[in-house]
């Protein structure tokens, strides 16, 4: 059966992962919080860098040079506050934001912010 839904092109996607970040006190830290991460679902999907018209719509200030897109139109829910993970290359994200987008096409898009590790920009 034909399926005439729009999607995204298989090739440019990967499995990323979703997880709310939890902060538990460690008694070996000395009672210190630290973050836990609970996986709440994968999916397939990308993540890109900001087209120059997204920084020319989006108010100043919205965005940093670690600003990317996430695309997907697996139905997963995704908020902001967040924690999306790249399993190809182990990048983590912060979900910033839901961008609009019309009804007729199921894909899913965000504002995600890249965790700088170890001083290093990506």
Not at 19 to 32: E, H, I, L, M
Not at 45 to 55: A, E, Q, T
Not at 65 to 92: A, C, F, H, M
Request: proline share 7%.
């Amino acid at each position: 059966m034909f399926n005439a839904t729009p999607r995204l092109p298989r090739a440019l996607l990967h499995i990323l992962t979703v997880s709310d970040r939890k902060f538990v006190r460690d008694p070996a830290q000395g009672g210190q919080s630290k973050p836990v991460d609970e996986l709440i679902a994968s999916f397939w999907g990308v993540v890109l860098p900001l087209s120059n018209k997204d920084w020319k719509l989006l108010p100043e200030g919205s965005y940093t040079q670690n600003s990317q897109k996430l695309y997907t139109d697996d139905p997963v829910e995704i908020k902001p506050g967040q924690i999306i993970r790249d399993t190809y290359d182990g990048q983590q994200y912060t979900v910033v934001t839901e961008l609009a987008h019309n009804t007729i096409h199921p894909m899913l898009r965000f504002i995600v912010e890249g965790v700088v590790k170890n001083c290093e920009v990506r």
